[in-house]
T-cell receptor
Framework: DTAVSQTPKYLVTQMGNDKSIKCEQN?????MYWYKQDSKKFLKIMFS???????INETVPNRFSPKSPDKAHLNLHINSLELGDSAVYFC????????????FGEGSWLTVV | GNSVTQMEGPVTLSEEAFLTINCTYT??????LFWYVQYPGEGLQLLLK?????DKGSNKGFEATYRKETTSFHLEKGSVQVSDSAVYFC?????????????FGDGTTLTVKP
């Protein structure tokens, strides 16, 4: 019973392609996130949604577009992929009250060639 | 703004050695503090947390105490095992900032050798 699940786990694609990563959580949380982790393990928040509304949108290229059809899902679509987009993307969720634990998915390893 | 600074890695220890990973923070309000652990090939998971000053979080032999006077939350373990090899992230969640945004440190990679 995976709490935060994301697919695909591995994705290899060519520059210029468009790809999506899907995420679902079954914890009943009202806040979901996308994080990007680079090769040095640095973790950066990209987006955060609370009850399907975008509340955090860090400096991310417009080629990245999150979509939240409902509270339990937050998908990430990436247009015109570039080599620098190669990273691990983590979906996560939490309750909106600050101080609550963030639950992470297992990550999606994206390699752009 | 909020920030978290943690000890640079990588850290390499022998099995049964004592571990300390330093973490200090700056925050405008009264944050909750966390340590997350990331094992190879996995996502981050909560290791321990503390929600107010002088609280001690503990789990799996790891401990950290919320020190408001020194704005620190150092992670310690008395005797590390090979299975503790992972990346450790210190983080804070501050209710006075954007709801739902946590601030993470840069991570410290720990390798424990037998």
């Amino acid at each position: 019973d995976t709490a935060v699940s994301q697919t695909p786990k591995y994705l290899v694609t060519q520059m210029g392609n468009d790809k999506s990563i899907k995420c679902e959580q079954n914890l009943g949380h009202d806040t979901m996130y996308w994080y990007k982790q680079d090769s040095k393990k640095f973790l950066k928040i990209m987006f955060s949604y609370n009850n399907k509304e975008l509340i955090i949108n860090e400096t991310v290229p417009n080629r990245f577009s999150p979509k939240s059809p409902d509270k339990a899902h937050l998908n990430l679509h990436i247009n015109s992929l570039e080599l620098g987009d190669s990273a691990v993307y983590f979906c996560a969720s939490s309750l909106s009250d600050s101080g609550n634990t963030i639950y992470f998915g297992e990550g999606s390893w994206l390699t752009v060639v | 703004g909020n920030s978290v600074t943690q000890m640079e890695g990588p850290v390499t220890l022998s099995e049964e050695a004592f571990l300390t990973i330093n973490c200090t923070y700056t925050a405008t309000g009264y944050p909750s503090l966390f340590w997350y652990v990331q094992y190879p090939g996995e996502g981050l998971q909560l290791l321990l947390k503390a929600t107010k000053a002088d609280d001690k979080g503990s789990n799996k032999g790891f401990e950290a105490t919320y020190r408001k006077e020194t704005t620190s939350f150092h992670l310690e373990k008395g005797s590390v095992q090979v299975s503790d090899s992972a990346v450790y992230f210190c983080a804070l969640s501050d209710p006075s900032t954007n709801a739902g945004k946590s601030t993470f440190g840069d991570g410290t990679t720990l390798t424990v050798k037998p």
